[in-house]
């Protein structure tokens, strides 16, 4: 049995004659950059997840550029984020001048570790860039609660947690701002790129605000240097299809999720956890084992696909080198590098597919 990482036909496929009629009337209607698709679906976000008001971008990269902007964050300025995730989490900090400082992450959920940020404040800390990493949300009260104690600054990269919430919450919500990445293989994905930005703040809201299009309040006026980080109306326009279907998507993520761990039966695997302060979309379903590389050698050979993400955690990337961690400086987000490995969990897998996973798994 043959069981892909991922396959998008089988979302696009049933899709496409409502995409392609979107697609057209945007295109007679020439709402090409912003515009009322994207004014929809921002509106449509904003009431399927909780938040005040969206901004959509054009990529998951832009609102963290601008989340560090807002944030005050620049030279001299030393921003604590974690080194399990995709390098964009961490350029916005470097776009603007800033020192990302990486600590390590908790065993169990692998996302930043409260303790391990409390250890590297110092008085040039100005915020915290967390991630919820693979769908999974962070400690966001002891977060908070220390972002709030040395008046930092928080981001919330939401890029694989869209619908994640915590203690009730939505992702995005808790901290000072909140990105997103609608890249295709994200749970909601355009057909390009695209992102959005989120704030309880009015004021950072209204910055970003001008910052997405050229720092200008109207036309021809440039209050400030911006940037074109605009939405097309293309991908406003699909993510408002999508937008009907990710709760079934993530109804079913979570289904697969809960076959994984109740039937994969080997003690040599580490199994990702199921806080009980919050609920993940399972971006990625991610294991740790011992002998990474020969399972998936394994897996290939049962048909499974997989995927090694990360396989090198950010504080030991060339781009970084110039910070000076050396190898076991941060050992937990080096041990889920070398030994992590996502499985297939996209909505469309079938209860057979996810069974022959299984069982191929516990045959290794």
């Known amino acids: 049995m043959k069981v892909p990482f991922l396959d998008l036909q089988l979302q696009h496929q049933p899709l496409r004659a409502e995409v392609l009629a979107a697609l057209a009337e945007t295109y007679d209607a020439t709402r090409f950059c912003l515009g009322k698709d994207v004014e929809d679906f921002e ?10 008001r969206t901004l959509g971008m054009n990529s998951g990269t832009s609102p963290l550029h601008i989340a560090s902007i807002c944030g005050g964050f620049g030279p001299g300025d030393e921003i604590i984020t974690t080194p399990f995730t995709f390098a964009s989490s961490c350029w916005g900090i470097s776009y603007v001048g800033a020192k990302p400082v990486f600590v390590d992450i908790d065993a169990d959920t692998w996302c930043i570790s409260p303790e391990a940020i409390a250890q590297a404040i110092t008085p040039k800390t100005k915020g915290i860039v967390v991630v919820h990493i693979f769908g999974q949300p962070a400690r966001m009260d002891e977060i908070m609660a220390l972002a709030k104690q040395h008046k930092l600054f928080v981001v919330e990269d939401c890029a694989q947690a869209v619908g994640a919430t915590y203690r009730g919450a939505p992702v995005g919500a808790m901290g000072d701002c909140g990105t997103f990445s609608f890249y295709p293989t994200k749970n909601l994905g355009a057909c390009g790129e695209g992102g959005a930005l989120v704030s309880k703040h009015t004021a950072v ?36 299809i999508k937008l009907k279907h990710i ?21 040599d695997v580490q199994l990702p956890v199921v806080p009980s302060y919050g609920e993940s979309v399972w971006h990625q379903f991610t294991l740790l084992h011992p002998r990474r590389d020969e399972l998936r050698v394994h897996l290939e050979k049962c048909g ?18 110039e910070l000076g961690y050396a190898v076991g400086s941060l050992p937990v987000a080096e041990k889920a590098s070398a030994t992590c490995l996502s499985l297939p969990i996209f909505p469309e897998l079938t209860d057979e597919q996810v069974d022959h996973v299984i069982q191929s798994i516990n045959a290794f």
């Open 304 to 321: 499974v696909g997989t995927e090694i993400i990360y396989p090198g955690p950010m504080h030991r990337q060339p781009c970084y080198a």
């Open 205 to 240: 809201m209204e910055q970003a605000y001008l910052l997405r299009v050229h720092g200008s309040p109207k036309r021809y006026t440039h209050t400030e240097v911006g940037f074109n980080f605009r939405m097309d109306g293309f991908q406003g326009a699909i993510l408002n």
């Open 247 to 267: 709760a079934k998507w993530t109804e079913r993520r979570r289904a697969i999720a809960a076959k994984y761990r109740a039937g994969i039966k080997r003690a």
């Open 43 to 52: 509106k449509g976000f904003s009431t399927t997840f909780g938040h005040t």
